[in-house]
């Protein structure tokens, strides 16, 4: 059963975050929850994240803007790394509160918390991208890289923050996905180096078939994606993904998943 949600999960996902800029991680994240402990959970969908952006790239890298790369992706690059490595540390955390639903034992952690508050705010700045007044220069691409390079690390959720600094360059839309999954493959990179010293490995092992099925179905929905590119509004996605955001945000944060 688990096979189905998640090849589903990873269409999905992946279709919408081709318009977007984000949506695969957010909607694969809470599936894998459902299955694995969290800190996996974030592991594992960093692997198909990581590997369905590279297979875009080929689909859209004509269209990257180097010197926004160049500035936005090293400082993502670098703040990554620490986000990833709160996270290996929050994982070690003993639960906070315990309680009874049905006959099942549930247990809400810090990192539970933390990831739930983040996915929450997530949500909002997905609703609204342009929130926040960004400051379109050379320090404010540094700054958008390790704001959304460390939360990228630590949840995985990168997308909105990224939007947020790149949508006031006023890229084209071609440009503006290629550079932000250009962006979204270097954080990756750098997360799962540091991953891959705690727990990925393992997980990754135990669960192969469960990846390599995410990644070949994530695949199939960024070729739809790129074949429906000019129909899709970024505007509805992100109604979409913020509303199943919220709503797993809160399955997280009260320790059901």
Do not use: C, W
Not at 15 to 29: E, K, N, P, V, Y
Not at 56 to 66: A, D, E, R
């Amino acid at each position: 059963m688990e096979f189905i949600i998640i090849a589903l999960t990873a269409l999905l996902g992946s279709a919408l975050t081709f318009f977007s800029g984000f949506g695969l991680g957010t909607l694969l994240l809470p599936v894998f929850a459902v299955f694995f402990p969290l800190d996996i959970s974030i592991a594992l969908t960093a692997v198909v994240h990581l590997l369905n952006n590279i297979f875009k790239m080929f689909l859209v890298g004509k269209h990257i803007n180097k010197s926004v790369v160049l500035l936005f992706g090293l400082s993502s690059l670098l703040a990554a790394i620490a986000g990833a490595y709160v996270l290996t540390s929050l994982s070690h955390f003993d639960a906070v509160y315990s309680y009874q639903l049905f006959e099942r034992t549930i247990q809400i952690t810090v990192i539970k918390i933390i990831i739930a508050l983040l996915m929450i705010v997530f949500a909002i700045m997905e609703l609204k991208p342009t929130i926040f007044k960004i400051n379109s220069g050379k320090r404010g691409l540094v700054a958008g890289g390790l704001l959304s390079g460390f939360f990228g690390g630590l949840s995985g959720h990168q997308g909105a923050l990224r939007s947020a600094f790149l949508l006031p360059l006023g890229l084209s839309k071609e440009s503006f996905i290629a550079t932000g999954t250009a962006i979204a493959v270097i954080v990756d990179i750098g997360r799962l180096s540091v991953y891959s010293i705690s727990f990925l490995v393992f997980s990754m092992q135990s669960n192969v078939y469960l990846i390599a099925i995410a990644v070949v179905f994530a695949f199939i929905g960024a070729f739809a994606g790129s074949k429906l590119l000019s129909k899709v509004t970024i505007k509805f996605i992100q109604g979409v993904v913020a509303a199943m955001l919220i709503v797993f945000a809160l399955l997280i944060g009260l320790g059901i998943i």
